[in-house]
């Protein structure tokens, strides 16, 4: 209410430029809001911010939400959210970025942590054999050899 009544004063004092400015009384409503703001406990909100409440949402969405813990299929998605998860200096040369490259950067990113367990079995393999004996060829067995006969 107090947003549309300075609208609407606004407005009149737009359109009759020799009326004077808006009273006192005008803003007493939005010196009310902004005391009533100071007096709430600091994480309270006042609406919602999920687009979606979770008892109307569909199987699809849900299944979708929750394969998005890590945020990763928002950012295949949205360049926004991919430019925003960005340190500054990047989100300044990601205007210079294709979405080709963009997506083809995401994927490999996917890739490579795809592939890291393999590569670490593969890592770890090779400590593991460290404890064997290297195959080494036979010496022959002459009658000088060993001291024996």
């Known amino acids: 209410q107090a947003l549309g009544s300075l609208r609407i004063l606004y407005r009149r004092s737009r359109l009759d430029?020799?009326?004077?400015?808006?009273?006192?009384?005008?803003?007493?409503?939005?010196?009310r809001?902004?005391?009533s703001m100071v007096v709430r406990p600091l994480g309270a909100?006042?609406?919602?911010?999920?687009?979606?409440?979770?008892s109307s949402e569909?199987?699809?969405?849900?299944?979708?939400?929750?394969?998005?813990?890590?945020?990763?299929?928002?950012?295949?998605?949205?360049?926004?959210?991919?430019?925003?998860?960005?340190d500054p200096p990047s989100r300044a040369a990601s205007v210079m970025?294709?979405?080709?490259?963009?997506?083809?950067?995401?994927w490999l990113t996917f890739m490579?942590?795809?592939f890291m367990p393999i590569s670490l079995w593969y890592?770890?393999?090779q400590f593991t054999h460290l404890?064997?004996?290297?195959?080494?060829?036979l010496m022959p067995e002459y009658q000088y050899m060993n001291g024996r006969k």
Do not use: C
Not at 62 to 78: A, E, N, P, Q
Not at 131 to 137: E, M, R
């Open 123 to 125: 890592w770890y393999g």
């Open 112 to 114: 490579n942590f795809m």
């Open 58 to 86: 569909s199987m699809s969405q849900k299944v979708y939400r929750w394969l998005d813990i890590t945020g990763y299929l928002t950012k295949w998605h949205s360049r926004r959210a991919w430019i925003l998860d960005l």
């Open 17 to 31: 430029p020799t009326q004077s400015p808006p009273s006192r009384s005008a803003a007493m409503p939005l010196l």
């Open 33 to 35: 809001r902004a005391a």
């Open 97 to 106: 970025m294709t979405e080709y490259e963009r997506k083809l950067l995401l």
């Open 45 to 54: 909100r006042l609406a919602s911010t999920a687009v979606v409440s979770s």
């Open 131 to 137: 404890s064997a004996k290297p195959p080494i060829p």
